[in-house]
C-alpha cells in the first residue's frame, strides 16, 4: 500500500513524498527543474516497480509540487540536501536511482555523498552542469542586464509557466560541476537521450558515459525522442532500463 507523506527538516519546511513498501533493491525517481513527482514518467515507473514487489519512491524538492518553499529562493544545494534526506531517513538499504533532467545531476550527486546506498543509475536526459555549461552561454544580453539588475529572469518554458533563473542558481551551480573531473561511480549506469531533445544536447549523454569511472556504462540513443521522454514507448524503454540496472545490481541474468 502507498505511503503518502512528508518529511520534516530542521527549519519546519516539509518535503512530501509518496513511498511503496516492497522488498530487495529500492528504486527512488528523482524530477528533473520544476517537474514534480506527479510527473507521467515518475508515475509510470512506480507502477512498473511495485508490480514487481519492490520498494518505490517519488518526491517533491522544496519549491516544487507539494512540498514547501518557493522555487525562486532555492537552488541545486537545497534540492541536493531534500535528495539525500529522503535517501537517509527512507531508504533502508540499496537503491537505484532514476534521474530526470536536473534529477539526472542531483542522482550523480547523491551517488558520490552516499556511496553505500547508491546502487545503480538510470539517466533520462540527464543533464549534470546544466547551469554553466547550457544556461550561462546561451545568455542574452538583456537577460545579463537583468541578472545583474534584478538577479533573475524568467525564462519561457514550452513545459509550463516562465522560470525563474537566479544568479544565485547559476552561482550554487558551480560548487557542484561534476563534467571537468572523472565521475569516482563503480555501479551500474543506463543513459537514455533523445537526439531530437532541444533542451539537453544529446552528446551530454555520451559525455558523461566517457567521465563515469564505472565499467558497466550504457547509452541509449533515441533518434526521434524529445526531452521529456515520455511516450508510451520511451516508458517502456525506461522500465526496461530499469530492469536491467537491477539485474546487474542484484547479479542476475537480464534476458
Known amino acids: ?13 516539509r518535503i512530501r513524498f509518496c513511498r511503496t513498501p516492497g522488498s530487495g533493491v529500492e528504486v527512488m525517481f528523482l524530477s528533473g527543474f520544476r517537474s514534480d513527482m506527479e510527473g507521467s514518467k515518475a508515475v509510470a515507473m512506480e507502477a512498473h516497480v511495485t ?11 522544496r519549491g516544487h509540487g507539494s512540498s514547501d518553499g518557493r522555487f525562486e529562493e532555492l537552488c541545486l544545494s537545497d534540492w541536493l540536501d531534500d535528495t539525500l534526506l529522503v535517501i537517509d531517513q527512507l531508504v533502508t538499504g540499496r537503491a537505484v536511482l532514476i534521474g530526470s533532467s536536473m534529477g539526472g545531476w542531483l542522482m550523480l550527486l547523491a551517488a558520490l555523498a552516499r556511496p553505500e546506498k ?7 536526459a540527464a543533464a549534470p552542469d546544466f547551469t554553466e555549461d ?12 537583468a541578472l545583474e539588475q534584478n538577479g533573475a529572469f524568467f525564462e519561457p518554458s514550452p513545459y509550463g509557466d516562465p522560470l525563474p533563473i537566479t544568479e544565485w542558481l547559476l552561482a ?6 561534476l563534467m571537468r573531473q572523472p565521475i569516482p561511480f563503480a555501479g551500474p549506469v543506463h543513459l537514455l537521450q533523445g537526439q531530437e531533445d532541444p533542451d539537453v544536447p544529446w552528446m551530454t549523454a555520451i559525455n ?15 533518434k526521434d525522442g524529445d526531452h521529456r521522454l515520455s511516450r508510451p514507448e ?5 522500465a526496461a532500463a530499469c530492469d536491467r540496472i537491477l539485474a546487474q545490481v542484484e547479479g542476475r541474468p537480464f534476458l
Open 134 to 145: 547550457l544556461i550561462r552561454p546561451s545568455l542574452t544580453h538583456e537577460q545579463k542586464s
Open 1 to 13: 500500500m502507498m505511503i503518502s507523506d512528508a518529511l520534516t527538516r530542521d527549519d519546519d519546511t
Open 234 to 238: 520511451d516508458l517502456r524503454r525506461i
Open 51 to 61: 508490480r514487481q514487489g519492490r520498494t518505490y519512491t517519488r518526491f517533491d524538492y
Open 208 to 222: 558523461l558515459a566517457a567521465n563515469l569511472t564505472s565499467p558497466s556504462v550504457t547509452v541509449e540513443l533515441v
Open 172 to 177: 550554487d551551480g558551480e560548487r557542484h560541476l
Open 118 to 124: 547508491v546502487a545503480g543509475l538510470v539517466g533520462i
